[in-house]
Structures are given as structure tokens and as C-alpha cells.
């Protein structure tokens, strides 16, 4: 086992954790505010790798043409946790609000996204801050997962209990749809699939007991 990259801070939850390599052949690497809000905004000294978008190599090195001569590709982030690539090679992200909006975001270098300023578009945003694509009241939301399949985006959500789907227009999401409300409890993971279909698992069992799961790995024909 080798170590990549150590001073994340973590905390009991807003831990992120979801890695996805690019296009590009680099890492990207989600992570929450550990319980901070001020590390979202943080660039340099202790936090600042948390509340981010890490982008490095593959031996956990700093790229050339990262923006701020770190590891962070992109800042201002409660608690990141989907990530997937489009046909274009853009980053798209999914993310816990707090008590009010979830957020797909369309992640670009250095983009400052606005927690713990603006949680989905309230809040104190505007200027330089970057709007979320789409956003979910966390009644219907929680959204962790996200998959894209022949420019649609796909986010499956657990206290919300339901899919999303939603057509990439450009850079925006539109024609947005919901399924399976209520029908699997809590959704986690969505991952695309063989065949152009998508893997999706429950996030139902919430003790400890052993042998006692109930989850589900569901394959979902998008044909």
C-alpha cells in the first residue's frame, strides 16, 4: 500500500471521499469540510485540502496547470460527494447542502463554489461565486451518487429515496425526472453499467448487527 496525499482532516461526518480519474489521466479527489465550514474557503495552512476538489497524478504528485500551485482544483465545497466525467471531458459533482438545497455542480479550475457563503443559490452568492446546474430541496434530496450515460446525469438520493435524471444541455441540466421514489428506501451509489444501463445500491441498514444487511444492488436498462 502506498500513501498518496496525508493531511485531510476528517470528523464524524462532511468527510467527501469519492475518486475519480480524469480524462486527462489525473485523480480527482472529493473532500468535505470536516464540520469546518471556514476550510471550504481555506487555500493554504491547516484545512486546506478539505472542502475541496483535489486534482493530482497517479504517484499523488501536484500537476502542472493546477490552479493555485496545491492540490486543489476547486474550493468552496460542503460536502462533496458524487464526481463524473461528460463526453467533453468536463467534471460534473454532486453535493450534501445543509438545510436547504443540494447541488449538481459543473466543476471548472479554480472555481470557488461558494460554502459556507451560499448553500445551493441562497445565500450571500454572486460575483465570483459559481451557481449550481441544479439544485434539491434535502426533503427530497441527499443526493450522493451521480453517473452520466450518453449526456444524461443520473443522481440517486438517500433521505430523498429516489433517482434523478436529467439531460446535459450545453452547460446546463434540463428535462429534469424523477424515478423510484420511495419504491428502494435510501439510494447511495450510482455507477454506469455494461450496455449503457447503471448499477444502483440502497443505503437502507443503519445498525451494526451482523449478517442483518438488507441492501440491494439494483441494475437499472436505461434501453
Known sequence: MQTLLTGIQRNVYHNGGRL?????????????????????????????????????????????????????????????Q????????????????????????????GGNYGWPQCEGTTGSCGG???????????????????AIVASVVYVACARGQRMYREQ?????????????????????TIEPAPGGNLWLTTTNDRDSTPNNSTEKVIRVDLR
Not at 86 to 103: H, K, P, S
Not at 133 to 146: E, I, M, N, R, V
Open 82 to 109: 458524487g464526481l463524473a466525467f461528460d463526453a467533453q471531458g468536463r467534471l460534473w459533482e454532486q453535493e450534501f447542502g445543509n438545510n436547504v438545497m443540494d447541488e449538481t455542480n459543473l466543476i471548472v479550475r
Open 20 to 80: 475519480r480519474f480524469g480524462p486527462d489521466g489525473m485523480l480527482y479527489v472529493s473532500t468535505g469540510d470536516a464540520l469546518n465550514s471556514a476550510n471550504a474557503q481555506r487555500l493554504t495552512g491547516a484545512g486546506s485540502l478539505n472542502g475541496k476538489i483535489l486534482r493530482m497524478t497517479r504517484t499523488g504528485g501536484i500537476p502542472a496547470g493546477n490552479p493555485f500551485n496545491s492540490y486543489v482544483w476547486s474550493y468552496g465545497h460542503r460536502n462533496p
Open 128 to 146: 465570483s461565486l459559481i451557481a449550481p446546474k441544479q439544485t434539491y430541496p434535502t426533503s427530497a434530496g441527499s443526493c450522493s451518487g451521480l
Open 168 to 188: 446535459i444541455s450545453g452547460s446546463s441540466l434540463v428535462n429534469s425526472q424523477q424515478y423510484f421514489a420511495g419504491t428502494y428506501g435510501r439510494l447511495r
